[in-house]
């Protein structure tokens, strides 16, 4: 079945430096990949729909400039939190869907943020 | 204001009984829901869906109900295992509104051997 990448799986980082978490469809091309941010004991909230060689839709809410995405490839989806802050701690997940159509969506593994 | 909502943050059901997870949603443009399982500092895996044309699905242990009149779903695990024991999130999403999915709270499901 379709596999989703997310890299790292974990990162400590320290106040006002920037992060970069990596989302892969390693077996399908997916021109859209979304990701989205879970605090603890809550739902999956969406923070972007991230689609290939166009700008991402960003959910209100959500700062742009804080958290930014990039989709260069068909296969690749970037999530850039810059000048992190502690209140940025959190579980980040991406999923693709395998093909226009599809209900086939598959999530990344999740990256855990921790932000000291 | 939560479109999707899953009233039941926590179940503990015994083993071989059967686990009857809950969503409501308000939103009836939706037309494709999902179920999600999770574990902790893992992502969520599909675990079974269904269309708003149909009223049942079942793969296996698991099978969803649809409600379209009382925007009401529910997953029923027969019989429920200890490895069930997780969070079990219920999605749902419009189908020429670029597929996003919307999320309940989640419930977390407790399967005591």
């Known amino acids: 079945g379709a596999v989703v990448s997310q890299h790292p799986s974990w990162v400590i980082c320290k106040s006002g430096t920037s992060v970069k978490i990596e989302c892969r469809s390693l077996?399908?091309?997916?021109?859209?990949m979304f990701w989205y941010r879970q605090f603890p004991k809550q739902s999956l909230m969406l923070m972007a729909t991230?689609?290939?060689?166009?700008?991402?839709?960003?959910e209100q809410g959500v700062e742009k400039d804080k958290f930014l995405i990039n989709h260069a490839s068909l296969t690749l989806s970037t999530l850039t939190v810059t000048s992190a802050h502690p209140e940025d701690s959190s579980f980040y997940i991406c999923?693709?869907?395998?093909?226009?159509?599809?209900?086939?969506?598959?999530f990344g593994s999740g990256t855990r943020l921790t932000v000291v | 204001d939560q479109q999707v909502k899953q009233n039941s943050p926590s179940l503990s059901v015994q083993e071989g009984r059967i686990s009857i997870l809950n969503c409501d949603y308000t939103?009836?443009?939706?037309?494709?829901f999902l179920w999600y399982k999770k574990y902790p500092a893992e992502g969520p895996t599909f675990l079974i869906s269904?269309?708003?044309?149909?009223d049942k699905n079942e793969d296996g242990r698991f099978t969803v109900f649809l409600n379209k009149s009382a925007k009401h779903l529910s997953l029923h695990i027969v019989p429920s295992q200890p490895g069930d024991s997780a969070v079990y999130f219920c999605?749902?999403?419009?189908?020429?509104?670029?597929?996003?999915?919307?999320f309940g709270g989640g419930t977390r499901l407790m399967v005591k051997p």
């Open positions: 999923s693709a869907r395998e093909n226009r159509g599809s209900y086939g969506y598959t």
């Open positions: 077996d399908f091309q997916a021109t859209t």
């Open positions: 991230s689609n290939e060689g166009s700008k991402a839709t960003y």
């Open positions: 939103n009836s443009m939706f037309d494709y």
């Open positions: 269904i269309s708003s044309i149909k």
């Open positions: 999605a749902a999403s419009v189908f020429n509104a670029g597929n996003m999915l919307t």
